[in-house]
């Protein structure tokens, strides 16, 4: 846990797997993000797998797009097509994310993905996934994040919840790679409530 008392979070890249969620569990771990489309048409199915297996263990588990450029409403669909035929836009469940880390990816992208995204799944938090250099050279996010879109920021210097950029929105830290994914911590003043979908 960071110095707030949060929970901590992992995050899977496509074709990640974790061998044994309980374990994962077992070590403060309460959310996980599992990448699971990429593009207009390609999806991991043994995503699927990882979705049951961390629900199971007591883990806030959601999915992740990776962007790619071009189609923001395709991509959006494909998610919310594929999350739905999972399960995994339901009440509790970790909100769904936007990895931007490709390039080619900009605001508009951004913005349309989401709206596009609401429209396809009704729902409305959103998470978006970026590393630090994106947040400072390529992405206005004022431009697209209102109170129920949540800003994730990948900057491994060791330190949870304490990345070194600061916005209103940011409320998730990479601070680090273990265990063969991605490591998280909540960036104060959010909590976990404040990540995951809420009852319709």
């Known amino acids: 846990m960071n110095e707030y008392g949060e929970q901590r979070g992992i995050n899977l890249s496509p074709r990640q797997a974790v061998a044994d969620w309980t374990a994962v569990r077992a070590n403060a771990v309460s959310f996980a993000s599992i990448t699971v489309t990429e593009g207009m048409n390609w999806t991991d199915e043994q995503a699927a797998r990882q979705l049951v297996d961390a629900y199971r263990a007591g883990i806030h588990a959601g999915i992740r797009h990776y ?29 769904p994310a936007l990895d931007v880390g490709a390039e080619g990816i900009d605001d508009r992208f951004v913005k349309s993905w989401i709206k596009s995204l609401r429209q396809c799944a009704g729902i409305r938090r959103v998470l978006v996934y970026a590393p630090y250099e994106h947040w400072q050279r390529r992405l206005r996010p004022d431009k697209w994040a209102d109170d129920e879109v949540v800003l ?30 991605g490591n998280d911590a909540l960036v104060y003043p959010f909590t976990l409530a404040d990540i995951v979908l809420r009852g319709r």
């Open 152 to 181: 994730w920021l990948v900057r491994h210097n060791g330190i949870p919840g304490r990345p070194g950029w600061f916005h209103s929105r940011l409320g998730l830290h990479q601070h680090g790679n273990g265990g063969g994914y």
């Open 67 to 95: 962007a790619r450029p071009g189609a923001p409403q395709e991509q959006a669909k494909h998610l919310a097509q594929t999350g739905t035929r999972l399960g995994a836009l339901v009440p509790g469940s970790l909100a």
